[in-house]
């Protein structure tokens, strides 16, 4: 008897203290004071601190490596304690806003007219990257795939321009691996996930049907295997897992990739003096166009962030053309703002018009929750495994479709 | 009366402790397991079903799972063997001598146990590397093709194992060298006026005498091997597809990465129940001859 009256009132009292934490978080927070905390992606800490130097707002940089963030916002959103404003890789989003993470901001952003919708392009613009009919973030910087090659390397083989579409990718490739001498003509980043799809689009398909499901069934994705067992097949492509990007097509052992703005700035530090040597050309096309990747990220503002007002302050000051021109400067990584993006002085840079006009024809991720994790993963598995382990072919895309069967953007 | 109770106040620190953070976290995993929450639990706890058993049956169907198991045995009958026997040699053979630059090779076997993962995954991952390694440069002298020594789905789980085994001998080491101290004189004396040689003293009485310390080891490195996760995770990631992703690497990319918590914890039980029972197994066949 005794026991259960003790039992009895642990319970009430564990009640109480439920109800007392619940009761605690119900009124809303004044502005509170002190510095911003705010996520950075990547190694660009440093650089966002320069940055938001000038803007009159105290801010605090958490640098955060790309292959780190999902465990920290895992850790990030079970504990409640985020920082006021994160960076958002665009197939992250989905994720982001499906834990409750993000801040929604229709209601917010109507007083800070540098975060009108109408500023940014359309892929990313609004209800573009909308999750759920929210607006949860506004995009920051912009980010697609180009074809970089080696002009002299080419020039040698007897190429006066780089390839324009994936059939001449290969046959360039061919020729450029037969250079031997553990030389190759191509690089595909076994990581690379989105380099499938955007082949894809390029064939004028999709991987989204028309009810919104993840779907890899089509004639378009076939193709766009073929041109991917086939530069492996070819023998134009290095089959280790741990080649360098930057290095290879520095020290020209493989000549000619796909990658983003990222990689014409890691070439133009490392190895100056390979300046006028290699370009950027639209990505390859294939049946449907040149159809490259929409990638950047957008900034989201933490869902229980008790600065809201000051972080969209802070928002505003980045979305200024002037301010995104500076990022370009620090980093490398392009504006998001139409106005910043039409900036005479950034075009001026050939290589920087090539990822201007890429951008305007480019496609972001089918918005599917966890879309790095479960689809990438397996359309990377399925691929890697013909063209790394010779698997079959028609089993490892089976086992793709039925992976991936059932995602959707719904 | 009070007496009886004295003992339970004096245990009750550990138990609290071993309560807290050993019993309650399984039992949380317990439940969880049979929920389909995930991370959009979060943001309402209406988000999380009852599945009941769902999560096991779709772990026994998932080859990537069955593929993580059969990695995970793969590394523990390479690792555990190697380790014990790697380590009592060496220890063998330290304890010859106690001079001083004895002592220094003791300091220096025990580097690579308190050198930092990341670290020694950064050196080893250069050593490994297929372009620029000095494994590769070597074998190039002697006009041998590059090696993917981290590419290859085979020879990557030799090349994780490596480390582990190279960074877990240094701990073993030292216990063994401990229990050699216990190893009474007389006894070896007593051999060699018997005339028998420095081998057969370390077959027939050194050894022996080290059972319990070799079964010590053998149980811990078995352990640590099933649970086997910082090699591969920081020089592999678990790839090549999947080729050394370890049990561990598995529940943690299920978990974290794509943030099926119920599903992870499903594994995390079943992973739990193997130790469990793999251990069980080796005390009981300990108690079997524990006189000598």
Redesign the interface.
Known sequence: MKRTVRTAAALLGAAAIALGTTACQAPAAEEADGPLTVWIMGDSGTNFETLVADSGIDVDVVAVPWDAIDEKLTTAVASGSGPDILQIGLSKLRTFADAGALLALDDLLADYPGLAPENYPEGVAGLSTAVGGEIVSVPWVSDTRVLFTRTDILAEAGFDAPPSTWDEVREYAKVLAARGNGNYGYYIPQWDAPLPIQMTWSEGGEVIDADGNVDFDTPEFEKAVDIYTGLYSDGSVPTNSDFDQTQGFISGIAPMLVSGPYLGKGIADAAPELDGKWQASPFPAGDGGSIALFAGSNLGVWHNSDQVETSLELLEYLAQPETQLKWFELTGELPTVNAALEDSELNSDPNVQVYTQQLATAKVLPLVSNWDGAVGTELLNALNSIVLQGADRQSALDALFSATEGLSIN | MRNRLVPYLFVSPAMILLLAFGILPIGVAAVISTTNMN??A???WSNVDFVGLDNYATLFADKDFWQALGNTGFFAVIGVPSIVVVSLVVALLLNRGQGRFFRALRSFYFIPAITAIVAVALVW?YL?????GLFNYLLSLVGVE?V?W??D?WLSKFSVALVAIWRGTGLNIIIFLAALQGVPKEYLEAASLDGAGGLRQTWSITIPLLRFAIFFVSVTTTISWLQFFDEPFVL?DG????ATTSASIFLY?EG????QFGYASAGSIVLFAIIAIITIVQLRLRRADDEY
């Open positions: 991370i959009s979060f943001a309402s991952g490994y590397n297929t372009q620029f590059p993917q981290l590419s789905p592999t790839g090549p597809l999947g990319k974290f990465r794509l943030n």
